[in-house]
């Protein structure tokens, strides 16, 4: 496949947004001039930068600032987050991002302080441009969610594979520092709990698209370690279901943003399988603060962490307490997996993280309760309403 720069704003929907229609009319002065694609939707504001010595930093992440930061995936759920926070400390942030799953409303927020790309991680030249550029990186890019990836496994695949190991190689070739977010479903359908880093995976057949995830995300670590015996300076988070704002409300990587669409639409709440499955959830702020963590404690080096809340909740009890929560009307309807995702699909029964590692080494836990997290994210989406 070739390498391929995303550069209409109008073929993601983008335009409708009000903020879009103003840095596509007054922000890229390049697009009417001619200037290569990827470059047509990076802002002018970049500010002059400081280097700092990430070997002085302590886990208090907000003692460190003024470094040129690259976040791919940056208009994503969880990047736009760590893009909000990272600009709050001051940080010079770049984002690279193809929009099809993220969304430029996601950085209103930080819109004035940072430079944006349109463009894909496919791209290797775009890419070894932005990590030239860049001090450290935060790599998050990704094809996601179990839909997605069960009915376009292709394109996941090579975006989780190629993709990543471009921005993988540029910061081993360039000697950048970099931070790869991968994943819970890295150890699979395991039924050890709970799940440590160094545990074995359990995977099933590769006849199973949702496997393919899995794998791909565990090729990414595999050789950001194998590069790290070169040189490379690399952490790995490996986040456990996170929810927040900004969850996209279609719901396509997230069951706490379907069941919460379809309990304030008052219609039933579907539940894949019998609900009795397990999952922890980790809410946003969290799951930054633990990657900032890794990405400016020298210790996280050459290590992966789980990141995630560690309290076990089923989907049952996790509808039940989305429909207190929103005085809704719903009732469940229960679908089965077969149904929602096609034959020989197959769901993992539990998922705990063992926090020690990130407590020992980080001095990380997750603090936001499930009920404080959910009040939270409701709160912005009734905002968005
Ligand atoms: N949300 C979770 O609970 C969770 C759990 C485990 C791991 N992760 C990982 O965290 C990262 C962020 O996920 P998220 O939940 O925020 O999803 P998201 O879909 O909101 O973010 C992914 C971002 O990557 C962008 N992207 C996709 N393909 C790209 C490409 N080829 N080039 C450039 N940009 C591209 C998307 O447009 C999107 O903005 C991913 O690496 C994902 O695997 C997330």
Request: include cysteine; proline fraction near 3%.
């Amino acid at each position: 496949m070739s390498a391929r720069v995303v550069v209409d704003l109008a073929i993601s929907g983008e335009l409708a947004n009000g903020w879009d229609q103003h840095q596509r009319q007054d922000c890229c002065p390049e697009e009417r001039s001619g200037i290569e694609p990827s470059r047509r939707h990076e802002n002018t504001l970049r500010r002059e930068t400081r280097r700092l010595d990430t070997s002085l930093c302590s886990p208090q992440v907000a003692s460190t600032s003024n470094m040129r930061v690259l976040v791919t995936g940056g208009a994503g759920y969880i990047g736009s987050h760590l893009v909000d926070r990272l600009v709050s400390l001051k940080h010079d942030v770049t984002v690279l991002d193809d929009l099809s799953t993220g969304s430029l409303t996601n950085l209103q927020t930080s819109r004035d302080a940072i430079s944006f790309v349109e463009g894909t991680i496919i791209d290797e030249s775009v890419v070894e441009r932005l990590v030239t550029e860049a001090e450290i990186v935060f790599h998050l890019a990704a094809g996601v969610g179990v839909g997605n990836i069960v009915q376009r496994p292709l394109e996941t695949m090579i975006t989780n594979t190629r993709g990543a190991e471009n921005v993988i190689g540029a910061c081993h070739k360039l000697e950048r520092r970099l931070v790869l977010a991968s994943t819970s479903e890295i150890y699979g359908k395991t039924s050890k709990m709970p799940m440590s880093e160094d545990d074995d995976r359990v995977l099933g057949s590769t006849a199973v698209p949702r496997w393919g995830y899995s794998t791909a995300k565990a090729i990414d670590e595999h050789l950001a370690l194998a590069y790290a015996a070169h040189g490379l300076r690399v952490s790995i988070v490996r986040y456990f279901n996170s929810f927040g704002p900004r969850l996209d409300p279609r719901g396509y990587g997230s069951v706490i943003a379907n069941l919460v669409r379809q309990a304030l639409a008052n219609e039933p709440l579907t539940i894949h399988g019998d609900g009795t499955q397990t999952r922890c959830f980790t809410y946003v702020d969290d799951t930054v603060e633990g990657t900032l963590r890794a990405a400016f404690d020298q210790r996280a080096e050459g290590l992966a962490f789980n990141i995630g809340n560690d309290h076990e909740v089923s989907i049952n009890d996790l509808a039940a307490l989305i429909i207190g929560i929103t005085n809704s009307a719903s009732d469940i309807r229960y679908v089965t997996y077969e149904e929602r995702y096609g034959k020989g699909f197959e769901d993992t029964r539990r998922r705990v993280p063992d926090i020690r590692r990130a407590e020992e080494r980080l001095g990380f836990k997750a603090t936001v309760t499930l009920s404080d997290g959910l009040d939270r994210t409701l709160r912005w989406w009734r905002s968005t309403l």
